[in-house]
């Protein structure tokens, strides 16, 4: 399984490291800092943001949006976290996870979830 799909609009930062057989979509972003574990799909649109470390064999739903800065007022942008994705799980469109507030805070998903649309 070493086959990258990778479509031509698709912005992947040359410092995300983007595991074997991976499909990536039209018009998605993988920022730096960004870690794919094998067999990930990323649908169109959707952003992978830096610090989110995806498990082998997840989706990323189209339009979604995951490592995006916290919604919490007392949230700095200097702050470092992350979020941390388990194997197998499915988030489907415009589903949203947000990276953890406090330094080197982690939202995490353990393995197999499925988030459905929007969530």
Excluded: W
């Amino acid at each position: 399984m070493t086959h990258l799909t990778i479509h031509s609009t698709a912005l992947i930062d040359s410092e995300a490291e983007i595991g074997q057989g991976v499909e990536i979509g039209a018009y998605a972003v993988i920022e730096s800092g960004v870690h794919g574990g094998d067999g990930c799909r990323i649908l169109c649109h959707a952003q992978v943001l830096s610090g989110v470390q995806l498990g082998a064999n997840c989706v990323v739903g189209h339009g979604a949006v995951i490592g995006g800065e916290p919604q919490d007022f007392k949230f700095s942008r200097e702050i470092r976290s992350g979020v941390e994705i388990g194997a197998g799980t499915i988030l489907r469109e415009h589903v949203t996870v947000h990276r953890g507030s406090r330094e080197g805070s982690m939202t995490r998903l353990g393995v197999g979830n499925f988030l459905m649309a929007g969530s």
